[in-house]
């Protein structure tokens, strides 16, 4: 009953977080003559980032254009606190947002698996207990809702520091307020959040690392 509640309610604050970017149409090629604030983190296979700690900056081609304004969205708006993240957002308006979420979706090239490999007994219980399939999709690369991000075959690493991040309080630069995410991400310890996070990014998934040149 909990899980399902919460479900509703994130489905909700989904809607409430993309409203206002209804009516745009990106366009991906107005997008790559826009990503030169992106490429120099995310179009770097392995490139790491040591804040708040160490870690591979996500992949974030292939994600679904929705998702990408809703994370900046979330990023200008401080919602997710991260100050070079917040600095690039801060300077991007809704058109760039969209532009940016259609040139990167358009770097889909895969599609994952319906079913995945199967999760031991302990990872599994701990995927169920926090309702993860609800939203992001059976596979981990369907998620409900465009807005919400497609986390199978991501990297770990960057998948426990997003977890923490969510039940961090109080610091102004560290953490993500959004409160559905808090609700489950507190349930686990850390050690739980890197089991998780490791199992996920072992799937075939429908992210990637596409390198983009500097010098265009």
Do not use: W
């Not at 009516?23 to 490139?47: V, W």
């Not at 994600?63 to 401080?78: E, F, N, P």
């Not at 991260?82 to 058109?95: D, K, T």
């Amino acid at each position: 009953m909990i899980a399902r509640s919460l479900v509703a309610a994130a489905t909700f604050s989904a809607v409430a977080l993309t409203a206002q970017a209804q009516g745009l149409t990106g366009n991906a090629d107005a997008g790559q003559k826009k990503a030169d604030m992106c490429i120099g983190c995310h179009g770097i296979p392995g490139y790491q980032n040591s804040f708040p700690e160490i870690h591979k900056v996500p992949k974030i081609s292939g994600q679904s254009d929705k998702y990408i304004v809703a994370a900046l969205t979330a990023y200008k708006s401080g919602e997710r606190k991260h100050p070079s993240m917040r600095g690039i957002a801060a300077s991007l308006s809704e058109q760039d947002m969209a532009d940016l979420g259609a040139f990167y979706a358009s770097h889909a090239s895969k599609t994952a698996t319906e079913t995945p490999k199967a999760a031991n007994e302990v990872t599994l219980a701990l995927i169920e207990k926090g309702a993860c399939a609800s939203c992001h999709g059976a596979n981990f690369s369907k998620p409900i809702d465009p807005s919400y991000p497609k986390i199978g075959g991501q990297h770990a690493d960057y998948l426990f520091v997003a977890l923490k991040a969510y039940t961090v309080e109080g610091n102004s630069v560290v953490g993500r307020a959004n409160p559905i995410m808090a609700g489950m991400a507190k349930q686990y310890t850390p050690a739980e959040m890197r089991q998780i996070a490791k199992y996920l990014a072992s799937l075939d998934g429908e992210l990637s690392v596409v390198p983009q040149s500097r010098f265009r």
